[in-house]
């Protein structure tokens, strides 16, 4: 059978443990997928070489006769108009790069990139449960905790583009150290790395059994604590009950605030929703001032876990496309 | 001398404590003021008697000759896009009423409605110290504490516009009850009221001399607290210390959220800005995000600490009056 030839937008979502690659199809959806370890890439010419390697690696395991029209990025930080990513928390070899210009020059596409929860929102906004949504929020639950607002439309930039960095509100006073410097931020609880403090706390602070207490910090993942759950550990229950607390707690801010039409979850963290979900329905319900009440719609992700951004990416290219031929 | 006759625009300011009434000509700003005590008012034919007599007043303290091109009105709540206030804490007279078109069957001139929040950023956007500005949050400290959001120039309304409603996010839990019925919301402790209440907290938790446990909870105002501050009362300046530093970790949130150019304080408590400005400006510093530290701008209405509505209410007149004539 003779292979048809297509054009497909590579997706790259640069996050605190993986690197996550996805070709994206703007109507079947991602055909294929790769990841790198965050922590294997050394320097810029690293990252090149890696995410060259997986490119090629992509054409042999989806046996896809395609060409790239474009590469979409979604990293963490703060970057320029030009696409020089001047802040990155715990991922080195992206400050002071232009992305844009080393990958331009590398492969001979378009090159566009944005924050990573912006992408998860454009990709929510295009392909996901925020089709047709003007105003909405995207949460994005990784490493790290990401958020983009959706205000008529339009990403939320603020004065100077650093808006959206619900992740750096203060929760807890002189409490947990943030990798920002500060103590107490929601990232440093509601997040991958934020759970597993959290259960370090319980474990130091009750005295239940749980087979939490075999593991080291280093050792410790989110899913580990997940798989836990699954078996009724109490601490990993009780670890996601807490999580869910906060979390509610700061989305009924959210919508005392903004008023949108859903807050949507993304991000590695949700494939816990049985165990988080609940508890921020109920908390966010509970903590709403009364006449937005029945407007606090907290909606999962239907694009998988971690794909919101690699289908914003895909968006973002096209919409260039379009903007370059108009 | 010649009068000369003018075209003024009636500005409204229905605040909890007083109904704020001005008299605004657009290039030489307010040339007359009025007020009603809110507690005064009798249903809504009681306020357009009241409106009306205030009226008559005006003609005779200013001295002008004058007629009304519109009035502009704030008022705290919600209202439907007819006009229909269907929420407002505290101000009987207002709820379930058709201000707009009450009071153009009254006065027959076009009547614009909006919440006093919004006013007094629309007043700072074309009057005061937001000229220029796209992205800019507007504080107003009065009985409570009303809140709106400028993102590209326009009010931020949310899905169902029910935005901005910042004075009832969380701050403490299951502490002072609110007027909307949860506890431990930010308005409890930053408005007018919330300072009488923090004062009594300070006067039952510590043993300091102060004038103001002379005072009935009925009888103090913050007016009495400002001026026991000037008279370096310890209570009264902790007062202001206590919650200039809850505004300010609210604000730094803020900064954080939407990166603005300012967030601007009006309303009656900013009269006290000698105590609260400092604090909040150092809060506000030390509990912003690193990256957006030299960015925390706030500034104090230049407008009068009650006049930002009433300009507000001019603008708006003058923008619907150009609709209507282009």
Redesign the interface.
Known sequence: MKKIHQKLILGVDIGGTYIKLGLVHPEQGILGKARIRTAAVKGKSGFVRALSEKIDELKHTTNLDYTLEGIGIGAPG?STEEGVIV?AANISFLTNVNLVKLLEREFHVPVVLAKDSSLAAIGEGAFGVAKGM??YIVLTLGTGLG?A?V??G?I???????????G???VRKNERLCG???KGCLETYVSGKGIVRTVFELLANSNKKSSLRDYSYNEITPKIIFQEAQKNDPVAKKAFRDTGKILG?KI??LF??????AVILAGGLIEAADFLLPVIVETVEK?T????KD?TNVLLSALGANDAALFGAASLILKRKKEILI
């Open positions: 703060i802040q003007k105003n958020c607002v205000v008529n339009e939320l930039k603020g004065a100077s583009g650093l808006a959206g960095e619900f750096h509100t203060l920002c410097g500060r707690e009924a801010n005392t605030i903004f008023d949108p039409e903590s001032l009364y006449f937005l407007k």
